[in-house]
């Protein structure tokens, strides 16, 4: 049962393009949710998160939208650049930031130059 | 900088063999860990959350006997797969809180031959 899920295994922007990346969740007692970048062989980066009390997060180029009705929550990228080529996962956890992280199976994100 | 550091970074094993992995902590004192291990093209899984000075809690369906954690100080845990066998090659990722979200190491590729 994945109760986080991301639908798109891959996308590919153009450099200086906007990227959004998909997640929707099955689990309604989620209100903590993050979005972590990794690189081959190494471990997840945190980008950015954001309180199921909002329903936006900015920070630079990073925003995260959340639709708590909908279970869904989105991660833009504005400009987009070569360097965020990476594997995004999504996660959620129920209880806040202090609990046990859900992740979903990650977007490869490919910025052509 | 890194505020997780795990090692080794990766290692191969006969089976049948056992192999530690560390994870430590840099410059903060995480009383909980977690150890997640991820398949290829798949999300990280939450295998075990460890605990300074008690006993590690294991997910459902992850062998306690077989994965062996250890929390013996506030800035070390270790994970070991006793008697290994090719199935259990895999990514294994550690990850504590220092504040706010998880932060991770940069995880053991272990392959099992």
């Known amino acids: 049962d994945q109760q986080v899920k991301q639908n798109s295994p891959s996308l590919s922007v153009q450099e200086g393009r906007i990227s959004i990346l998909n997640c929707d969740y099955t689990n309604s007692m989620f209100d903590y949710f993050l979005w972590y970048k990794k690189y081959p062989a190494e471990g997840p980066t945190f980008l950015i998160s954001?309180?199921?009390?909002?329903d936006k997060n900015e920070d630079g180029r990073f925003t995260v939208f959340l639709n708590k009705s909908a279970k869904h929550l989105s991660l833009h990228i504005v400009p987009s650049q070569p360097g965020d080529s990476a594997v995004y996962f999504c996660?959620?956890?129920?209880?806040?930031?202090?609990?046990?992280?859900?992740f979903g199976k990650g977007t490869l994100l490919t910025v052509n130059p | 900088g890194a505020v997780v550091s795990q090692h080794p970074s990766r290692v191969i094993c006969k089976s049948g063999t056992s192999v530690k992995i560390e994870c430590r902590s840099l410059d903060f004192q995480a009383t909980t860990m977690f150890w997640y291990r991820q398949f290829p093209k798949q999300s990280l899984m939450l295998m075990a959350t460890s605990n300074e000075g008690s006993k590690a809690t294991y997910e459902q369906g992850v062998e306690k006997d077989k994965f062996l954690i250890n929390h013996a100080s506030l800035t070390l845990s270790t994970l070991t797969v006793t008697s290994a066998h090719p199935e259990d090659s895999s990514f294994y990722i550690c990850?504590?809180?220092?504040?706010?979200?998880?932060?991770f190491g940069n995880g053991t590729r272990l392959t099992v031959t």
């Open positions: 990850s504590a809180r220092q504040r706010g979200p998880l932060h």
């Open positions: 996660a959620a956890s129920a209880g806040g930031s202090n609990y046990k992280l859900t």
């Open positions: 954001i309180s199921s009390i909002k």
